[in-house]
């Protein structure tokens, strides 16, 4: 699937919020678990990762990370609906320890405690973000992106992964040192 096919679906299958009066950025879409797997590889996830989902829909990367890896993490989402799905998805997964999900605006959030950062969003909302990742986040950590980059910072290592008929891209930065 080309990317103007694949935009077009992500707005026909998630053109709003599931919470009425507030206006998306960038739709829902679910990312396959074979995508977070692979996001997770390339964002290389430990047991001693902070991992921040920006924009993270029903929790899942955080939640693998979690159970998974290890790692502790971080779901932010401007849609109450989507963290109350978070919550209980990390609470049936038995994760609720070491992870938390939270209602917030992206550019409202402190990110310097993540070691790793996941994004799915428009590249115009990464483009944005790109400033306030490169301030709040440390020298090597990392943004792992599914499906779109960040214009003006060019990836240091990516990946295609096949789901289906669908090629899904995985793009990784790492913070560079000031």
Known sequence: MRRREFLGAALTLAAGCSTPGIRLDAPYVVTPYPV????????????????????CGDGRIVIAAAERHGARG???????????????????AGVSDRVRFTVQDLF?????????VTLYLFPELNAKLRPKLLADLKPGARVVSHQFGIPGWPAHDGAQIRVGDTVHEVFLWVVPRA
């Not at 390339?42 to 920006?54: E, I, K, N, T, W």
């Not at 409202?108 to 790793?116: G, L, N, P, R, Y």
């Open 74 to 92: 971080v779901g932010i989402d401007i849609d109450p609906r989507r963290i109350e799905e978070a919550n209980a998805a990390a609470r049936s």
């Open 36 to 55: 977070v797997d692979e996001m997770l590889r390339l964002g290389r996830v430990g047991p001693s990762d902070m991992v921040f989902d920006l924009g």
């Open 108 to 116: 409202e959030t402190d990110f310097s405690a993540a070691t790793v």
